[in-house]
């Protein structure tokens, strides 16, 4: 199995952008279908964006949908999530979380229930 590591949060103002960066080690990440979740204090962690483990399909929560986009960067084990037009209500922290696949489940997953792996996370904060 793979552990994960989340990076690139900070505080920033309404309409900037981050790139959040969840990169692998102990094992091909290629191989896993990966999402990104949110959670802030008092809140369920909530779906952001997701992708299987080819990249060919992809799914964003409509709070999010053309704002993110999440990507495969198989070259350096990692996934990203682009974060543009970031609001005050984007403010949590970010984890990225992981399932290994067989070829033939090339599936996005929505539910943190459905990931046996998680990073530790990292802060974004987003001021008016």
């Known amino acids: 199995q793979v552990q994960l590591v989340e990076s690139g949060g900070g505080l920033v103002h309404d309409g900037d952008s981050l790139r959040l960066s969840c990169v692998a080690s102990?094992?091909?990440?290629?191989?896993?279908?990966v999402g990104w979740f949110r959670q802030t204090p008092g809140q369920e962690r909530e779906f952001v964006a997701g992708t299987s483990w080819s990249g060919r399909s992809t799914h964003y929560a409509d709070s999010v949908e053309g704002r993110f986009t999440i990507s495969r960067e198989n070259a350096k084990n990692a996934v990203t999530l682009q974060m543009n037009n970031l609001r005050p209500a984007d403010t949590g922290r970010y984890y990225c979380?992981?399932?290994?696949?067989?070829?033939?489940?090339?599936?996005?997953?929505?539910?943190?229930?459905?990931?046996?792996?998680w990073g530790q996370g990292t802060q974004v904060a987003v001021s008016s």
């Open positions: 979380a992981a399932d290994r696949k067989e070829a033939w489940e090339d599936f996005v997953m929505n539910w943190p229930s459905n990931y046996p792996l």
């Open positions: 102990g094992g091909t990440f290629s191989q896993y279908a």
